[in-house]
């Protein structure tokens, strides 16, 4: 989740409708300009008995941020605790329960997204070699309660927390048990943005499936494979899901806007500090009735911070977001911003994605939104049989538009090898967490603590 470092006061005041529009038109960038922004979760866990550590104990988590800054790593402060970390790699950030982020730079290519992911893992490692502590890669806590759970000093948390079970009854899972990867993609037009979230929404599904890894709730299987999928579906429905609007005719930047408009509010963050606006309507921010704040007018920076309090499927703010895959290691990491890349940067494979999806009807695609989180691959796809039916289908097309790019590294490879471990995956029908089952119930012995010996970094 986003980490506010200042107030702007030299933001905009929004003086009209139009401007929120143009927020979005404001991202587009010629194709030559295009990146590729990765984002991803780990698990912080106590190598002694696998506890999570707080904040401040020793060896927590400041003194793994005070750790990291020896690799150039700046910090970023809130309320005089360090929460952050700024660098030539974009940021570290903390989730809600002290989950581990690396939000990455924009980079051209994955060969250079695949060494940034790299050199962090390598970071935080060596600086857990230091502290005792191991980071595992998984989309939920395999064996924590929420109360087992630190909560990090950070204040827009604080709001969630207590606003979270007023509209659903999982999201404090969602904010203290769940980790994913992510990545953020451009557009160069409105027309193109909107055919690239359509695809991304269509077949957000696919990618939950194999990149499905969440099969365990404290300690025992929980009858899902991604479970962190499903939390979604009962955390706030007024700022998740699969958005059906964004396939009517004319969608667009405008509808967006409202859409967002329509989202509660979360905060307002004025003089370093986070304003309690939970529930309250930015609309009426725009009118100057804010009860939080009354006779204020919102400024564009304000507007930012609210776009990144909704929680879709596929997220725009001046850049798309993809965000339907669990947590794992290092190669999935590196696999997920492939195929999104693969499917979206060239313009053959995005419609030839398109064309596979644009005639599913919209209780078609919610119905495998619904049916995913249980059932991975084996999900089924009106008139296309399952999902792994469809899957290497898709993983062709992927290949074909990472191809097309022709982006080499110094061996004069191109990109398409990083889709490997998603090939592996539909050849043998199994996704993750599938094969983390298989060895609870078989080599584990039913003690799902081993899990910290096979899926840490």
């Keep these: 989740m986003t980490t506010k470092t200042v107030s702007d006061s030299n933001s905009p005041l929004i003086e009209s409708r139009d401007q929120l529009i143009a927020s979005f038109a404001k991202g587009e960038k010629a194709k030559d300009r295009w990146r590729i922004g990765t984002e991803h979760e780990k698990f912080v866990y106590s190598r002694a008995d696998h506890h999570a ?66 050199r962090h893992l390598d970071q935080v490692k060596a600086a857990g070699d230091k502290l005792g502590i191991g980071f595992l890669g998984l989309g939920m806590w395999p064996d924590k309660t929420r109360a087992e759970l630190p909560i990090m000093p950070k204040g827009r948390y604080a709001i969630m927390l207590r606003h979270m079970p007023r509209v659903g009854t999982m999201g404090l899972d969602m904010m203290l048990r769940t980790c994913t990867i992510q990545v953020n993609l451009d557009y160069a037009t409105e027309a193109d943005m909107a055919q690239k979230f359509r695809v991304g929404l269509a077949l957000q599904p696919l990618a939950t499936a194999l990149f499905a890894n969440s099969p365990f709730t404290e300690g025992k299987p929980n009858g899902y494979l991604s479970y962190r999928s499903h939390i979604w579906s009962d955390t706030d429905p007024a700022r998740t899901g699969m958005l059906p609007f964004v396939f009517e005719d004319g969608f667009g930047y ?110 078609a695609r919610q119905a495998l939104r619904d049916s995913v989180p249980r059932l991975g691959l084996d999900a089924p796809v009106a008139g296309r049989g399952t999902l792994r039916d469809i899957a290497a289908e898709v993983l062709d097309i992927a290949n074909a538009g ?46 799902v603590s081993k899990v910290y010996e096979e899926q840490s970094f």
């Excluded at 596929?314 to 890349?341: H, Q, S, Y």
């Design 254 to 363: 405008e509808r967006y806007a409202d859409y967002m408009l329509d989202v509660p509010m979360y905060f307002v963050y004025r003089d370093g500090k986070y304003i309690d606006a939970a529930g309250l309507s930015f609309r009426d921010f725009l009118k100057g009735e804010l009860s939080v704040l009354p006779g204020e007018l919102p400024t564009l920076d304000d507007w930012n911070d609210h776009l990144s309090t909704a929680f879709p499927e596929v997220r725009l703010k001046t850049f798309l977001e993809m965000r339907g895959a669990d947590g794992g290691p290092w190669n999935r990491i590196c696999a997920l911003p492939a195929l999104w890349v693969g499917l979206l940067y060239d313009q053959g494979a995005l419609d030839a994605a398109w064309d596979l999806v644009k005639h599913w009807s919209m209780e």
């Design 53 to 118: 550590p707080s904040w401040d104990e020793p060896s927590g988590i400041r003194a793994l941020l005070t750790e990291l800054q020896q690799y150039g790593w700046k910090p970023v402060e809130e309320g005089g605790k360090i929460i952050a970390l700024t660098g030539a790699d974009g940021s570290v950030s903390l989730e809600p329960a002290g989950q581990f982020e690396l939000s990455g730079a924009p980079l051209d290519n994955l060969h250079q997204t695949c060494a940034e992911t790299g």
């Design 402 to 447: 990472l191809a097309a790019r022709a982006r080499l590294n110094s061996s004069g490879d191109n990109e398409t090898g990083f889709l490997d471990p998603l090939r592996d995956i539909v050849r043998t029908g199994k996704v993750p967490a599938q094969q983390l089952l298989d060895r609870y119930n078989g080599a584990w012995g039913g003690d």
